[in-house]
């Protein structure tokens, strides 16, 4: 990502993240931790990984906490790449979100935006606790590019 680029995402998120936000130059290559807050205040720490971005779709991560369960106590982990749960198969230990449809993901969404997809997920997850009705049900394939 270039510099220019970088900027101005650093001041998207630090605008309505405030504080929340941390870009790292890592071993397995450069990401961005955030910690989002679900409808009923529980945080999440989201990793979204910088690599290709803004060319491709960046992978998405559920960091913390680290281990969700379905309503049945199975770990979410354990399920692999799931299309109820909206997810792809795990990587290096975590839960990666499905959110974007590569055949129509643009150079011009942000970050801000990504992260948004990721607190849907999170609002879903806990909808899914609560009522039983599956992820999948409660996002709608429109709103996840």
Not at 4 to 14: A, P, V
Not at 15 to 28: A, L, R, S
Not at 54 to 60: D, G, I, Q, S
Request: hydrophobic share 40%; proline share 5%.
């Amino acid at each position: 990502m270039n510099p220019s680029r970088l900027y101005r995402e650093q001041q998207i998120l630090e605008k309505f993240f405030p504080g929340c936000c941390t870009f790292i130059n890592g071993d397995d290559g450069d990401y961005l931790d955030i910690w989002v807050k679900s409808n009923s205040a529980s945080h999440y720490c989201l990793r979204i990984m910088l690599d290709m971005f803004p060319e491709r779709a960046p992978e998405m991560f559920l960091v913390h906490p680290k281990m969700l369960a379905d309503n049945y106590g199975v770990e979410l982990i354990s399920l692999g790449a799931n299309c109820a749960a909206k997810l792809l198969e795990p990587s290096k230990g975590f839960l990666q979100l499905a959110y974007n449809n590569a055949a129509v993901w643009s150079q011009d969404l942000t970050l801000y935006e990504v992260t948004l997809k990721g607190i849907t997920w999170v609002n879903a997850y806990e909808g899914y606790r609560r009522s039983g009705i599956p992820i999948h049900h409660m996002i709608s394939d429109q709103i996840f590019y």
